[in-house]
């Protein structure tokens, strides 16, 4: 191919997901084409209730190879019988979001295409204590073991060393491998796309560091683990994450890396909102999905906000992202 698709799982249909990606496609231009996995049947559905004007273009396998634009909307149909526009979530959906997944699956191994965007899903209908989150299942599928979460922003980015584990289970998570882990594969995401080595702060587990019992984890991993990682990584810390957040505090650093998923994802999220995106690091193609979930409180109203999704897109359309190919 001389241009790069790309590829978007539209995910859990009854999500807000199609409603924001009608949004974005309506306003906006992007130098490269986009393909939607999803259902016609379901489009059209969703198209006719909010209002939405766009035509559709079905395309089948031969078609990845020909060139296509964004004057329609280019999509690859998996069957769906979906009556309405908006159901409750359940897991009569598993079935047509696994064969979505499958097949972008299979077009990003057999056709080259390494960039794609998935629409959240339900983690308790579908993956169904299976796997922690759909990172994890991605990784799975590509059979991949070493990844990282990056909740990505260009004045500052997240990532957690454990991702959605119960609270009561992250103690037993934190070691200095894992540790190790996150910070090379954001080191190396960093230098690779914005040729820069990342200053990175690294949270300890317990309040302010510190914690009453016998055994603390920040004297006896974290900050351990911190000194090694010194030698090869433009790292610091442990930091209280109760402070880390401020302005002054903040502005020192690239990233900022907590022990658990709550820990850096509820200020960041304070502070941006919905200006962020999630990035998979440590895939052979570039996975980033919008930092939202399903929001099935807002069917049908037609007031998400997009912008989540029209920065994901964005981030894929630049011309100098560099990331290898299946």
Same mark, same amino acid.
């Given at each position: ?8 799982? $539209? ?21 490269? =084409? ?18 939405? *004007? @766009? ?10 190879? @020909? ?8 999509? /690859? ?7 309405? $526009?908006?159901? @409750? ?5 598993? /079935?047509?979001? #696994? ?45 991949? *073991? *070493?990844?990282?979460?990056? /909740? ?13 584990? =119960? ?8 070691? @200095?491998?894992?540790?190790?882990? *996150? ?13 820069? !080595?990342?200053?990175? $702060? !690294? ?13 603390? #984890? ?22 209280? $994450? ?30 941006? #909102? ?21 929001? #099935? ?30």
């Amino acid at each position: 191919m001389n241009y790069n698709p790309i590829l978007i799982v $539209a995910g859990e249909p009854n999500s807000i997901f199609l409603e924001i990606f009608f949004k974005v496609i309506r306003k906006n231009k992007f130098n490269n =084409p986009i393909i939607l996995i999803s259902s016609k049947r379901l489009l059209n559905l969703q198209i006719k209730k909010l209002g939405f *004007k @766009k035509k559709i273009r079905l395309l089948d396998d031969l078609d990845l190879e @020909k060139k296509i634009d964004n004057k329609t909307i280019n999509l /690859i149909n998996v069957e769906y019988n979906q009556k309405k $526009a908006f159901e @409750k979530i359940s897991t009569k959906s598993n /079935i047509f979001i #696994e064969n979505s997944f499958r097949l972008a699956f299979e077009i990003i191994k057999e056709k080259k295409v390494y960039k794609f965007i998935n629409g959240p899903i339900s983690k308790k209908t579908f993956l169904n204590k299976k796997f922690l989150g759909i990172t994890e299942f991605i990784s799975n599928k590509f059979k991949i *073991k *070493k990844t990282a979460m990056l /909740i990505y922003n260009k004045d500052l980015s997240v990532c957690p060393v454990t991702t959605h584990l =119960p609270l009561k289970s992250v103690a037993r998570k934190i070691n @200095k491998k894992i540790i190790r882990e *996150k910070i090379s594969l954001i080191n190396s995401f960093y230098k690779k796309n914005f040729n820069i !080595i990342p200053k990175i $702060a !690294i949270l300890g587990l317990n309040p302010h560091c510190e914690s009453v019992d016998r055994y603390n #984890e920040d004297e006896k991993i974290i900050k351990p683990c911190i000194k090694s990682l010194r030698r090869s990584y433009n790292v610091s810390g442990p930091y209280s $994450a109760d402070t880390i957040f401020l302005k002054d505090n903040r502005r020192k650093f690239n990233v900022i890396v907590g022990m658990y998923h709550d820990q850096v994802l509820t200020p960041f999220k304070t502070l941006y #909102e919905y200006d962020a995106i999630n990035i998979t690091l440590g895939l052979p193609f570039t996975r980033v999905s919008p930092d939202h979930g399903p929001n #099935e409180k807002m069917l049908g109203k037609n007031l998400s906000n997009p912008l989540s999704l029209l920065k994901a897109i964005n981030f894929l359309d630049k011309n100098w992202l560099k990331q290898k190919r299946v």
